[in-house]
């Protein structure tokens, strides 16, 4: 099957592009899951627009509200600038654990977004910084949460003549810490079978904020909404955060059986893991047992 591709020139020729009626038309950034999708007959466009090319969609700078991220800002390159590591260094963490260096090297923050896998290695990483997601148009720009942005499974909330154009992470409180931790078949190049992102702060000996986030136990990036509520204000006690975390593996998640491993896996994997995590940040004692 053959399709219709566009190279843009720039970003009024890609919107353009977008906005003409017909078939719905595919945007190929990096590539990295379009290009194995198409030789495996899973994606068959009509229409494909490729912005690899956009300068406008490039760079990473600092803004009074935090730190604005193209969409085209690859894992290598975002895992190599001071001022990711200065101001979103979960963004950093997450895409070190992302694929070869081959891959990194193509692979796009705007990409993992748009795909919306389940299984993204950024997208957790993105919620629990409270990121947002800017969207243009030819009619013009709109900003969306990136958990409310990340609709479903492979779905998002942008429309057929939206392109993602950025993405602003907002300015981290002063003493926060972050984590991220994978499980994978392997130690690397490995697609996730759960995937937790925490950002926390402290204050004295209890949890003063927290936002968190995980990927492949769900039809989408999910929020852990349930850990939240059980851990703001709670003492740091290693009690209380292993009880936590067993609570977010009933009431948070909706893992299922598939190729890479087994609902009842991803459960009791993502409590031990997250109780871990916790427990590294805070500066409870490690290891669960």
Known sequence: ???EVTVARDLRGALLALARPGAPTQVLAGGTDLMVELRTGRARPERVVDVWKLDELRGVRAEAAGLRIGALATCAELRRDPRVAHGAALVAQACAEVGAEQIQARATLGGNLGTASPAAD???????????????????????????FLAGY??????????????????????ERCGLRKVGTRRAQSISKLVVALALSVEGQRIA????????????????????????????????????????????????????????????????VLATLLGELTGASACPS
């Open 154 to 175: 492979r779905r998002t909330l942008r429309r057929p003549d939206e392109l993602v154009e950025s993405v602003l992470v907002p300015t981290r409180p002063a003493g």
């Open 1 to 3: 099957m053959s399709c």
């Open 122 to 148: 950024l997208n957790p990483a993105l919620v629990a910084l409270g990121a947002r997601v800017r969207l243009v148009s030819l009619q013009g720009s709109r900003e969306l949460d990136c958990e409310e």
């Open 209 to 272: 904020s927290l936002r968190a986030a995980a990927g492949s136990v769900g039809p989408r990036t999910l929020r852990l909404s349930a850990l939240e509520g059980a851990l703001l204000g709670a003492p740091l006690e290693l009690a209380a955060l292993r009880a936590a975390a067993r609570r977010s593996a009933h009431d948070d998640i909706a893992p299922i059986d598939d190729v890479r491993s087994s609902a009842s896996y991803r459960r009791q994997a993502f409590a031990r």
